[in-house]
């Protein structure tokens, strides 16, 4: 099995030493390694001493969804691991994988379980971020339970579920995996094969306030797709769902231009 591994990062040079080292002591070799580093102003450009064998692109700061797309578009292999700067894998997280999909060749992605880092500890992940397999769309409309260090994928599916949504600042990963699992089934492989870390200041979920704001936006742009009945109705529950909790927070820090917003789109789907 070929498998392109896909970094994005941006001003993480210590912490892209520990991802690489996670993916260069993998029990299964990937053909290829791509950083897309992300308009870095550190050392991320000396990456390359260290690892001699990476591909590195360099790009003007054009956010997350950007420096990966430019790395699917430059993976030369069938299937494609993500890893976040940040992050890191079990030595067996690609073994496991290829074995998954051996066994299960009409599955075209699948994702594993992951442990949480805090400022050093391991923290108990939250119940509303339990996986699942198989037809997990209507389980992904809450919240985004793939991370994509988690995930694994065949490259041909970007070419008719599309790229991620370089108009979204965070929650790229939801509008994605929304967009995947409304048209694939997802496997899961229920091993602890990745390690996230969490705690600093520069991380996307930490610089935005009110993340439903985004995941609304994905989940409008299903709307304009052919979606089953139940599906459909699903996503109109959520819209309702997040726009209330929305306008509350809006009332409450008196963001008029907000507050009237919310309170259209609420009538809009209430009516659907």
């Known amino acids: 099995m070929d498998i392109s591994v896909v970094i994005p990062t941006y001003n993480r040079y ?6 690489l080292n996670s993916v260069y002591t993998q029990t299964l ?11 870095s102003t550190d050392k991320t450009s000396q990456i390359k001493n260290l690892f001699p064998n990476i591909k590195y692109s360099y790009q003007k700061n054009s956010g997350v969804s950007s420096a990966r797309n430019l790395g ?15 992050d890191e894998w079990h030595v067996d997280k690609l073994k496991h994988h290829a074995e998954f999909h051996k066994n299960y060749p009409k599955v075209h992605m699948s ?36 991370a994509p260090s988690a995930a694994f994928m065949k490259k041909e599916i ?15 990963d939801y509008d994605m995996w929304l967009r995947v699992s409304l048209q694939n089934e997802i496997g899961l492989i229920a091993e602890t094969l990745c390690i996230k870390y969490g705690g600093c200041d520069d991380q996307l979920s930490a610089k935005h306030w009110g993340m439903d704001r985004f995941r609304v936006r994905a989940l409008e742009k299903l709307l304009d797709l052919a979606l089953p009945k139940d599906k459909k109705d699903a996503v109109i529950e959520t819209l309702v769902q997040k726009y209330t909790l929305l306008l509350k927070g809006a009332i409450k820090y008196d963001k008029i231009i907000e507050s009237n917003e919310y309170k259209i789109k609420l009538q809009r789907y209430k009516l659907e």
């Open 158 to 172: 970007f070419t008719y579920v599309g790229y991620f949504d370089e108009s979204l600042e965070v929650c790229e």
């Open 72 to 86: 699917i578009k430059n993976s030369t292999c069938e299937w494609i691991a993500f890893l976040d700067s940040d």
């Open 111 to 146: 994702y594993t379980n992951e442990k949480w880092i805090r400022d050093a500890l391991e923290v108990k992940v939250p119940k509303k971020f339990h996986k699942f397999g198989g037809d997990i769309f209507i389980k992904c409309l809450s919240h985004c339970i793939i």
């Open 14 to 19: 210590d912490a892209l030493k520990r991802a």
């Open 29 to 39: 070799k990937p053909k290829e390694v791509i950083i897309i580093d992300d308009g």
